[in-house]
């Protein structure tokens, strides 16, 4: 009976084990793929806020905008801009032309403070 409990122990390690190091090698793959990409704008969203009051980029640069919903669901909108991501467009390619100051909300009814879901992003 001992030997079947320790057998069964030694296989539930090697078992977490593998997965320990495939989820350690999937976000190296990851982190790889996003230093290969230009600049990154980041919103990440949890009940009732972005990460962030404002975000900054640099006008005529090209760069990656992407929504990760870290806490219930969400899906936002630059105001001005023309730019959503939801659950299905999680990320765009946007060349942000004009200088200034734009609006970004949350535009998927997320709760009892969605109306104060906002953020800015500044245009340099």
């Given at each position: 009976?001992?030997?079947?409990?320790?057998?069964?122990?030694?296989?539930?390690?090697?078992?977490?084990?593998?997965?320990?190091?495939?989820?350690?090698?999937?976000?190296?793959?990851?982190?790889?793929?996003?230093?290969?990409?230009?600049?990154?704008?980041?919103?990440?969203?949890?009940?009732?806020?972005?990460d962030?009051?404002?975000?900054?980029?640099?006008?005529?640069?090209?760069?990656?905008?992407?929504?990760?919903?870290?806490?219930?669901?969400?899906?936002?909108?630059?105001?001005?801009?023309?730019?959503?991501?939801?659950?299905?467009?999680k990320?765009?390619?946007?060349?942000?032309?004009?200088?200034?100051?734009?609006?970004?909300?949350?535009?998927?009814?997320?709760?009892?403070?969605?109306?104060?879901?906002?953020?800015?992003?500044?245009?340099?």
């Open positions: 009976m001992k030997w079947i409990m320790f057998s069964l122990f030694i296989v539930a390690c090697v078992l977490g084990a593998g997965v320990l190091f495939q989820n350690i090698s999937e976000r190296q793959a990851e982190m790889a793929s996003e230093s290969k990409a230009g600049p990154t704008l980041k919103f990440v969203a949890s009940n009732f806020q972005f962030k009051p404002e975000y900054t980029v640099k006008a005529g640069e090209k760069v990656t905008v992407s929504l990760q919903n870290k806490e219930g669901l969400h899906a936002m909108e630059i105001v001005g801009l023309n730019v959503k991501l939801d659950g299905n467009t990320s765009a390619d946007v060349t942000f032309d004009k200088p200034g100051t734009y609006e970004v909300h949350c535009i998927l009814p997320c709760g009892p403070g969605h109306a104060e879901m906002k953020s800015k992003l500044i245009v340099q």
